[in-house]
């Protein structure tokens, strides 16, 4: 057992720095186990009142410590395993620091490591400090001059900002020398060094200058940066066009790491990404990598402005940096790949990530209050819901206040650390308005429920919605206040024509009902037919909401409601509600027909385009339905969806056969929007069909397999035959491996569709391959690929009845935890959800987390989310 109970941070405790650091030079010797660190500082006193010196330093091997050019002795510092202590310095001088570090056994992957045979870090969040000595946290920015030193084998040495000297030396040996004029805080430092190619591009400004533009890569690779690079250059510039913000220096580069704790890092200058978000080519990369790709450069690069020329204080107000790049990547995926398509997956990717987290005992406000280790504070409520939060924001004040507080918010605090309060108050000060009482979304964990009934009074011609909210407790939140929520709404007949209405004496077709008192009452007007109303149009709040609708009203809706958000929403939840009957012993074979005829209908609307039509033939996810069910029985859900896909694959299997063949791409493929939406189409028109017991089936997904002209179609076949089993499965897959096995992001799609898969077995088989000499379990990639996809996304085998995925889990979690705590305390959140199922699979999962905690050594990291989970 552990007999040092770690100790919380709290945002209550904030106090600024002691001393600051405005200018450091940094020498590094660079030797894969035995590399020296000299840093030089620009230190001084942040204030009037004196006191000790203390920087944060971990895994260093000090060799000297020296104030203006005097090296101290042992009586005027301490060093212990976390500090460096200097009890009596000058109000202002140069700190001198040499230390060692040992990058190849640094199997955390934070700070300096290897990668690859190369050198590179990952400071965020407090990696910096096992580099060198230092006041490690954002609210102290610097301005970086690094040197590095090196074998002429580690050809390439970057660093962030500009190149300003680089040369031979002597015994085979070669220096560069970079400086970063903008002030940053530590965890933005970046160092590469190795044997790397580049893809070479650049881009005019919007004020005439010129960028150059530069990827590294693994020799041989640039052709697969292509994309990466083209979704650069338009990120740019829709930054420039959305938000009128210019890049600032004259080089902006990218490098992709194999082993890499986050997808990416946008250190200022030189983002450090995972390959598999950066390296794409139709062979080997599926339509989901290139919009993620995509996605992730825009967000990476996004940062400059919301992240880096402007940081947060502190880390609890990580939001401030993420939940507004998100925002602002989201908005660049819409423009890109089409509004109402982004915005269904966006939400798709909100519930299934943070509403469960909402729900279980990890469940944490936007900004929390306190933390053990900063690191597990990379959630969806950070990203995704503060990316909703910002939303709400901006239709609450309309587009254009929201940009004069964007503008203002720029002007105000560029070049300094700041606060969420800081934030919001120049949209208080843009928009005129008092923004206190929205301040709760930042403040209040838990996702709110929203009711919603209805009264039509036919000869009044009205219409009266009662809307009301509840948000239920979380772990040290047991009341919860009314929060501000904007509810899009608009009304259709029964027909599915729209229906104009009046509120306060104007005509319109929709509007923007704020609930922000326990109940609100809206009457609306002019209403000729008795509505079929359509509530939280855009999901225009990260909420769930009920209503008293019919059936009849979610059909018409799937059928004509002009918000596709709606629409498709419409279908899911007709979907789910079929489905929770079924699993719960009353199913409703009518109504199932009913819904397939209309899928069928919703397919052969000529009006909705490719990838829109692919989401609507995607029933919810069994994660989703187990949110939805209390007791949740994930083996119930599992066999009750799938008895509605035989049924849609039955119904519709004219329809999906004539998708599958009318859309075969017979050109060259294109990553555009169109080109991947015609892809999605056609196979998940196959994926269906795999429900059907036909035996002929089989032979159209193998055919399909062998014929795939591309990464995507070929995963699509294999999805298929994984969902079918049998000898066709295990074929494909050995020839799958064979074919690809030089070709880790490749491999790594290998080892997640095994994670998938759903027959008896699939335990059995995830085992297995954690002794296959391709996994590594030091690989984020390949742990991920194989054992977070089995515990998060097959639920019916990972909630096996004896217990034997939840030991797996927990294994596996210990295991790694002894050399990256970091990617082992996010593999802990599958247990996390407990008390949601059944009590019989309940305590089994509970035991391992007991088993978890109680195991002596363990890791900060691990240790705080496996006791919040038990606590919860």
């Known amino acids: 057992m552990r007999t040092e109970t770690p100790q919380p941070i709290r945002l209550s405790d904030y106090r600024p720095p002691a001393y600051l650091v405005d200018e450091v030079f940094l020498a590094f010797d660079l030797s894969p186990n035995a590399t020296r660190v000299k840093a030089r500082l620009s230190v001084r006193r942040n204030g009037d009142h004196a006191e000790p010196l203390r920087f944060n330093g971990e895994r260093l091997k000090p060799i000297s410590v020296a104030i203006d050019g005097r090296v101290l002795s042992a009586a005027e510092h301490e060093i212990d395993a976390e500090w460096l202590t200097i009890p009596n310095p000058p109000a202002a001088f140069t700190l001198e620091t040499e230390v060692e570090i040992d990058p190849e056994n640094n199997k955390a992957l934070s700070g300096l490591y290897m990668s690859g045979g190369r050198f590179c870090t990952q400071c965020e969040a407090e990696g910096f400090r096992t580099i060198t000595f230092w006041p490690d946290r954002p609210d102290v920015l610097s301005r970086f001059t690094v040197r590095m030193e090196a074998d002429q084998a580690f050809r390439r040495l970057l660093s962030n900002g500009n190149l300003v000297e680089q040369g031979e030396l002597s015994g085979g040996r070669h220096f560069a020398v970079w400086n970063d004029p903008f002030p940053k805080p530590s965890y933005l430092f970046a160092l590469v060094a190795g044997e790397l190619d580049v893809l070479e591009d650049a881009l005019i400004t919007m004020s005439g200058r010129t960028v150059d533009l530069r990827i590294y890569v693994d020799p041989g690779m640039a052709p697969r940066a292509a994309y990466a690079m083209d979704a650069l250059k338009r990120s740019m510039k829709w930054d420039e066009d959305a938000f009128g913000r210019e890049y600032d220096l004259d080089l902006f580069m990218i490098v992709a790491v194999r082993d890499f704790n986050f997808g990416a890092m946008e250190n200022k200058g030189l983002n450090i990404f995972n390959s598999s978000l950066l390296l794409a080519d139709p062979e080997t990369a599926t339509d989901l990598d290139y919009e993620r790709i995509e996605s992730v450069v825009a967000h990476e690069y996004f940062h400059n402005w919301t992240g880096d020329r402007i940081t947060c204080r502190d880390w609890f107000q990580l939001c401030l940096k993420e939940g507004l790049t998100v925002f602002r990547d989201q908005s660049f995926s819409a423009d890109m790949r089409g509004e109402a398509v982004q915005r269904i997956k966006d939400v798709k990717a909100l519930r299934a990530r943070q509403f469960a987290e909402d729900q279980g005992p990890l469940a944490h ?171 939280l149009r855009g999901f225009s709040a990260p909420v769930v909401l009920t209503t008293d609708a019919p059936p009849k009203d979610r059909y018409v809706q799937l059928a004509a409601d002009p918000d596709l958000f709606n629409r498709w929403e419409a279908g899911q939840e007709l979907a789910a509600d079929l489905i929770r009957r079924r699993a719960a012993g009353q199913p409703d074979e009518v109504n ?63 329809e999906l056969r004539r998708l599958h063949t009318g859309l075969q791409d017979l050109g060259e493929f294109t990553p555009d929007a169109a080109g991947a939406g015609r892809r999605a189409l056609r196979n998940a028109a196959l994926e269906l069909l795999a429900a059907n017991p036909r035996s002929d089936i089989a032979e159209l ?72 000499p391709a996994f590594d379990a030091k690989n984020p990639n390949r742990l991920r690929a194989l054992v977070s996809t089995f515990a998060n996304f097959n639920p019916a085998r990972f909630h096996d009845p004896s217990g034997a995925g939840y030991r797996f889990l927990a294994d596996q979690i210990l295991a790694v935890d002894g050399f990256n705590p970091m990617t082992a305390a996010r593999l802990v959140d599958p247990l996390g959800g407990w008390r949601r199922y059944r009590p019989e699979l309940g305590e089994r999962m509970k035991a391992e987390l007991a088993r978890i905690a109680a195991k002596d050594g363990l890791s900060k990291n691990v240790y705080e989310l496996a006791t919040r989970a038990l606590e919860g």
């Open 701 to 772: 997904a193998v055919g399909h397999y062998q014929a795939a002209g591309n990464m995507t179609d070929a995963m699509g076949g294999l999805s298929a035959l994984m969902q079918i089993g049998g000898e066709a499965f295990d074929e494909a897959l050995a020839h799958f491996y064979e074919r690809w096995k030089s070709e880790p992001l490749v491999v790594d799609k290998w080892f997640a569709i095994q994670g998938r898969d759903p027959s008896e077995g699939a335990l059995g088989r995830v085992l297995g391959l954690t002794a296959h």
């Open 365 to 535: 406000p936007v900004r929390p209050s306190s933390y053990l280790k900063i690191d597990n504070f990379y959630t969806a409520t950070i990203y995704e819901k503060g990316s909703e939060v910002i939303r709400m924001l901006r239709t609450l004040i309309g587009p254009d206040a929201f940009r004069s507080g964007m503008d203002l918010y720029f002007d105000r605090w560029d070049g300094h650390a700041t606060t969420v309060e800081e934030f919001i108050r120049c949209f208080e000060e843009a928009s005129g308005r008092d923004l206190s009482d929205f301040f709760a979304w930042y403040e209040q964990a838990g996702t709110p429920r929203v009711t919603l009934t209805t009264r039509y009074d036919e000869g009044a011609r009205a219409v009266t919605l009662d809307l009301a909210q509840e948000t239920p407790p979380t772990p040290g939140q047991p009341a919860k206040r009314a929060l501000p929520i904007p509810v899009t709404v608009g009304l259709l007949d029964l027909d599915g024509r729209v229906q104009a209405f009046e509120r306060d004496g104007k005509a319109v077709d929709e509007t923007i009902i704020v609930l922000d008192q326990p109940k609100v009452s809206v009457t609306l007007t002019g209403v000729d037919r008795d509505p079929v109303v359509s509530a």
């Open 592 to 654: 199932e027909e009913r819904y397939a005829e209309a899928v069928g209908r919703a397919l052969a609307d000529q009006a909705s385009d490719a990838a829109f039509k692919a989401l609507l033939l995607a029933l919810p996810s069994e994660p989703d339905l187990a949110l939805q069910m209390t007791p949740a029985d994930p083996a119930a859900i599992h066999d009750a969806r799938e008895a509605l896909r035989e049924r849609l694959s039955v119904h519709l299997e004219q």
